[in-house]
C-alpha cells in the first residue's frame, strides 16, 4: 500500500478541544482521534533558525505531526507531487501515511513539533536518501 499512497492520503485532521476559562485541553486517543493505535511518541525542539528536520520517508510507519508550539511548514512528496502544509494551531495535526517523503522546515522560534506513531523506531523502517525513496515509488 504504501508504494501506492499519494499526497492526497496526507490530511488535517481536527482534534478535540476543550475549552476551560483556566486554559484548553486537546486529549489524543489511539484509534478515535488518530486512525491508528500510538506505539511511540517524540517531539523537535530548539531547532535553529534556516534548519529543517525530517527529509526522510517511512515504509511502515504513520506519522501524526502537530505543532505544539510555534509554527512550522511539512513538505509532503510522494514521487510525483509536492504540496506544503502549515502547522500553526496545537488542535490539529497532519496524518503522513507511509510511502511519503516528508520534511519539516521554516520553524518559529520557540516551536515544539510533536510527533505520534503507530511503531517503535526501527531504522530500517526510514528511507533517507531521495533517489532511494523514488526507486522505491517506482518512479
Request: hydrophobic residues 35%; aromatic residues 12%; proline residues 4%.
Amino acid at each position: 500500500m504504501s508504494k501506492q499512497t499519494t499526497i492526497n492520503d496526507c490530511r488535517i485532521i481536527d482534534l478535540r478541544k476543550i475549552h476551560d476559562p483556566r486554559g484548553n485541553l486537546t486529549p489524543i486517543e489511539g484509534g478515535v482521534d488518530v486512525p491508528f493505535e500510538i506505539k511511540r511518541i517524540f517531539y523537535l525542539y530548539d531547532v535553529p533558525g534556516g534548519e529543517s528536520r525530517g527529509a526522510h520517508a517511512h515504509i511502515k510507519d504513520h506519522q501524526f505531526l502537530i505543532a505544539a508550539m510555534g509554527a512550522f511548514e511539512v513538505m509532503v512528496d510522494d514521487g510525483v507531487n509536492k504540496k506544503i502544509f502549515t502547522l500553526n494551531r496545537s488542535y490539529y495535526g497532519l496524518l503522513v501515511p507511509p510511502g511519503i517523503w516528508s520534511a519539516e522546515q521554516n520553524f518559529s522560534s520557540g516551536s515544539v513539533c510533536l510527533v505520534l506513531t503507530d511503531n517503535i523506531y526501527e531504522a530500517t523502517d526510514y528511507i533517507r536518501d531521495y533517489d532511494e525513496f523514488m526507486r522505491y515509488k517506482g518512479k
